[in-house]
């Protein structure tokens, strides 16, 4: 079940497919009565082990309540229920104009994107799903139906009483279960380009990434793939690129805006000894290029049959990722790791590297572990987080204690404890 | 000591002033032991009684921690402490070509405008502070001081543990007092200009709003006036604008994208008979008019000296502007209220209606409450919010149990309850 080799499977004892709110709140009570553990499945491509049954129980696989509940073209807003997929919502939108742009690659549901707070390539111009969720209704521990911002309620701004939206957004299943998302939507840009560049070293891609964010230019899309990604991306996507440190980029806007971010940022390249744009202009080019970008995961997996990945999910403040990038490549130099690949959004100071490893090789999973967690210590070391987007599931319980604190910790497990007094919602995750 | 007339003065029983955070624990501690209520205050702007020491207690007075601790261009943050002022803080960036974007109008404490989820006439472009704080240290009820994201934190994104940053903002004293903030920076726009244009009727101007958003147009601010707030303004601030609904809006850019939103919008303009444009393009003009703009509330009561203000602030769906205006000039109108204003934060959805009246007349007052409590039963009746950016305070506390529901008011009670369970912190405020 679990796409990494980290974590090892543990599948529930029941699986149910509920059908409406009023069945997932039976579902907790019953379970709560029972002191039985609670697990919320929305489509299983969290990379931390999230849905992972460790101590037993019940799962609640959300994917049968998929309906698209309202979208309100006139104010950017739709209500969706916990199984609708990010590209469902995107195709139902397709003849508004409208879209919704968080994107993490894989075609997640929304209501687990809530869950996992996540982002991806889009994040660096439309913020992560923190900035994005109007309203959520979520069952609780005992059954209770909230919803965070009041029944039927999508302003663009609330004061009103404590931000239970965003208390829920990122919580990972272990404060309840999110059965309904009202979700900010974006007219779909009037213009789009993208672009590849290539980079002699990794300094000179880093490098153009800080100055386009520190000149303030509105940039769509900036991901970093270090060569050795090129080269899986290549192989995998039937691509020809030039195998070294690169950038995709994308620019969104008016005809004439577009034409000027562009040019600023292939002089940005050029002074950073970037090669000339290799442009995706058509729509067909773009979402080859895009898709490409997304299957990594797959591609990387292709050049080693048999193995298993893992990634780090570091986000540093985006003046410390040249150093950050640096050193990691030198602790995995270091630990002498053959499968490694670096990407990220590094628009947001996140990156990525990607391990490949036999799972049933206990000495090579030992040595991923160790520089990951290398690496993650590094990024506390620069003002940094372990985790910009895949939450922090099973595997960083111990670095999350590090990264806020004991203090912190305590406040977080009196939230947990004061809505989850069984400790039944997603028991292990998130904390010991 | 309250600005507005509904919430008659409560002073506290001891104001301290503490100098540094060890100092804010040791009160905590102090008054906790001893089941003292504590009041935090920022810098009094807040217009929902926040500050009033309604069970009495010690008001802890943030004036004097007022250093700017850090500053990170190359990253677009910041880090203060609590009596810093957004003025202060823009004052300090000049040379470096940043800026803190939210404008409450009133000079308030950052940490004041983290407490009430302030927003002010930036939001349209750059969100409320619920999007703009990347970290806060506070100290809870019991002297424990906590880092919400972890100490030294501040990435642009992180989905590590719960959101304690957004948990605290908004939360208008009654979960802790904020120490400090980080905040996100932007870079000041290459070019900027205003303009002003006036409508026959309130519905041309709130039309064009709507279609502003809708067009996806990425204006800076576009705010509403009705005659009477631009008659105010002329007599106050010395101007002879004509006396009629009229918008004031913001463009920022490069040039030529400015030039390209300004054309957009002036389009829209006059397709729903609004007058030309009059231009403010150098910085005086500039700031003369959002001065103006500011100074509204002081405009109003200088029409009725021994008057007091109060100020509606429902917030709605965009879409739904247009009616909710109408409806409550009616209910205005109706009730034969003589002294009302309207303006707002339109791109936003967010409106206030400003009343004045004689605060030692009951029956006029009590007008004013019925048509206020009114104004906000109708917007929570158009998927609206009774707060867009004041807050709770005192006065709402009635209306956020209407907007929220009885199940999601006992969840936020639970958490009040679990992080300040002797109720010490800022008690009747946001709960009965
Ligand atoms: C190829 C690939 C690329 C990816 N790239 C990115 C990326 O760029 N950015 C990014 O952020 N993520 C990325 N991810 C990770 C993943 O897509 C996200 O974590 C996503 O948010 C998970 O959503 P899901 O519906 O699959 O949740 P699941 O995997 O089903 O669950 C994830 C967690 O959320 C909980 N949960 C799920 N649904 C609910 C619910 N309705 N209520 C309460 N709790 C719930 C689960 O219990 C679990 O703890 C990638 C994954 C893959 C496979
Ligand atoms: C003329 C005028 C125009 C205004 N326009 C706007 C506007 O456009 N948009 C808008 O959002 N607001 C507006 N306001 C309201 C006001 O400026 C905001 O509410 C502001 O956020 C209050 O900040 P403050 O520092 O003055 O807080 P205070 O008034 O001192 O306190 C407000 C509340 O927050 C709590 N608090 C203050 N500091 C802390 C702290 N450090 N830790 C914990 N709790 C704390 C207090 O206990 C109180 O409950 C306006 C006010 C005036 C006078």
Not at 95 to 116: Q, Y
Request: charged residues 20%; aromatic residues 6%.
């Amino acid at each position: 079940m679990s796409l990494l080799f980290l974590f090892s499977c543990c599948p529930p004892e029941v699986v149910t497919f509920p059908q409406n709110v009023e069945q997932v709140s039976e579902i907790a009570i019953l379970c709560n009565d029972n002191e039985i553990p609670l697990i919320p499945f929305g489509s299983g491509t969290g990379l931390e082990g999230g849905i992972n049954a460790v101590k037993g129980g019940v799962c609640v696989d959300l994917t049968h309540m998929n309906e698209i509940l309202s979208v309100n073209p006139e104010d950017f807003d739709c209500t969706v229920q916990s199984g609708v997929t990010r590209m469902q919502l995107n195709n139902y939108l397709r003849d508004t104009g409208l879209w919704f742009p968080i994107d993490p690659g894989a075609d997640a549901s929304l209501c687990g994107m809530c869950s996992t707070s996540a982002s991806g390539t889009n994040a660096v111009r439309y913020g992560t799903m923190r900035e994005n969720v109007l309203n959520l209704e979520v069952v609780l521990a005992d059954g209770r139906v909230i919803n965070t911002a009041g029944k039927g309620r999508r302003t663009k701004k609330t004061s009103a009483g404590y931000n239970l939206t965003n208390l829920f957004v990122g919580s990972e299943g272990t404060l309840g279960i999110i059965t309904k998302a009202s979700l900010k939507l974006f007219g779909i840009p009037e213009a789009t380009v993208s672009a590849v560049c290539h980079f002699p070293d990794v300094q000179g891609a880093v490098d153009t990434t800080v100055q386009v964010l520190q000149c303030g230019i509105p940039i769509a899309r900036i991901e970093f793939l270090d060569e050795v990604s090129i080269d899986a991306v290549n192989k995998y996507s039937k691509m020809d690129m030039k195998v070294a440190p690169s950038l995709f980029l994308e620019f969104t806007g008016t005809p004439s805006s577009l034409d000027e971010q562009a040019a600023l940022v292939a002089d940005l390249c050029s002074m950073n000894n970037g090669s000339d744009f290799k442009w995706a202009k058509d729509p067909e080019e773009r979402s080859h290029l895009w898709k490409a970008r997304h299957d990594i995961l797959y591609a990387c997996m292709a050049l080693k049959p048999g193995s298993k990945p893992y990634s780090t999910d570091v986000c540093v403040p985006v003046s410390k990722l040249p150093e950050i990038i640096k050193r990691s490549k030198e602790e995995i130099t270091k630990a002498g790791v053959c499968d490694s690949f670096m990407l990220g959004h590094v628009g947001d100071g996140n990156f990525h590297t990607l391990f490949l490893a036999d799972p049933n090789n206990p000495e090579e999973v030992q040595i991923v572990k160790d520089v990951s967690n290398k690496i993650a210590e590094m990024s506390l070391e620069m003002n940094g987080t372990c985790t910009g987007e895949h939450g922090i599931g099973q595997g960083k319980r111990e670095l999350l204690v590090q990264e806020i604190g004991e203090t912190g910790i305590q406040v977080m497990k009196q939230i947990k404890q004061t809505l989850d007094p069984k400790g039944i919602m997603n028991p292990a995750k998130v904390f010991y």
